[in-house]
């Protein structure tokens, strides 16, 4: 049994950090423009704040589908095992994100939605995985948010492919 030190009654919780998953979509906003002719600062703004958006979308659009199909679960843990798994699925990323600049910078290689749409539908499948380690039960954990980020990345491509 642990011990605790302080009030009765306090849980330490570990505060659950999507920084990386938020930085890692702010890279792909940046690098998008530069698979362009001609780089122009509106282009790389609007680039990272629709990066940003489709970021905070799959996460919390994540968060809440864990929570609502896992009402067992979400009692259990008091709502904290979807953060906990979406932050661990999102840290997948990482290795998309470092491809996607290597290829930017020193293959000259446009390639870089293909990487970020690769990265979200990892991303999420290992969410889903999370949350099944985590006692979820049904295939639907891994299917439903690997749809969603489907719909996610075919949504930003689209609306990248419309940048001026």
Avoid: H
């Amino acid at each position: 049994m642990e011990t605790q030190l302080g009030y009765a009654g306090t849980s330490i919780r570990k505060k659950t950090a999507f920084w990386p998953s938020y930085l890692c979509f702010t890279v792909f906003g940046v690098l998008i423009p530069f698979s362009k002719s001609d780089v122009q600062a509106v282009n790389v703004l609007l680039s990272v704040l629709l990066a940003l958006a489709v970021g905070l979308l799959a996460v919390k659009l994540q968060i809440t589908l864990f929570n609502s199909g896992n009402p067992a679960l979400r009692l259990e843990t008091a709502g904290q095992f979807a953060p906990e798994a979406v932050s661990a699925g999102m840290v997948f990323m990482i290795p998309f994100t470092v491809l996607a600049v290597l290829a930017r910078l020193l293959l000259n290689w446009d390639a870089v939605m293909p990487f970020a749409s690769a990265a979200i539908m990892t991303a999420a499948a290992t969410a889903g995985a999370e949350v099944m380690k985590k006692g979820a039960q049904g295939i639907k954990n891994v299917l439903i948010p690997s749809g969603l980020a489907f719909v996610l990345s075919t949504g930003w491509m689209m609306l990248v492919a419309m940048l001026p």
